[in-house]
């Protein structure tokens, strides 16, 4: 199995378990994509609290969206 393939997995057991309530899974998605998405994010804004701002919000809004998450996708 590739390693993306691994990523994609890990990504959708973690999912669910975020669906089933566990916050730490939620915590280890956040870990894995902080980085990837403040640093594109920051290159766009090219300002630090700005970018910390929108990081912290599009984590929020995943996690109010993850109910209706069916996994088509990569998350």
């Known amino acids: 199995?590739?390693?993306k393939a691994q990523e994609l997995a890990l990504d959708r057991v973690l999912v669910d378990r975020i669906k089933s309530g566990d916050?730490?899974?939620f915590d280890e998605i956040v870990g894995r994509?902080?980085?990837r998405i403040y640093s594109m994010v920051n290159q766009l804004l090219r300002n630090h609290q700005d970018a910390e701002e929108v990081t912290q919000d599009a984590f929020i809004r995943?996690?109010?969206g993850?109910?209706?998450f069916r996994?088509?996708?990569a998350f």
């Open 1 to 3: 199995m590739s390693t």
């Open 33 to 35: 994509y902080w980085n």
């Open 62 to 64: 995943a996690h109010r």
């Open 66 to 68: 993850l109910a209706k």
């Open 23 to 25: 916050g730490a899974a």
């Open 71 to 73: 996994g088509d996708s």
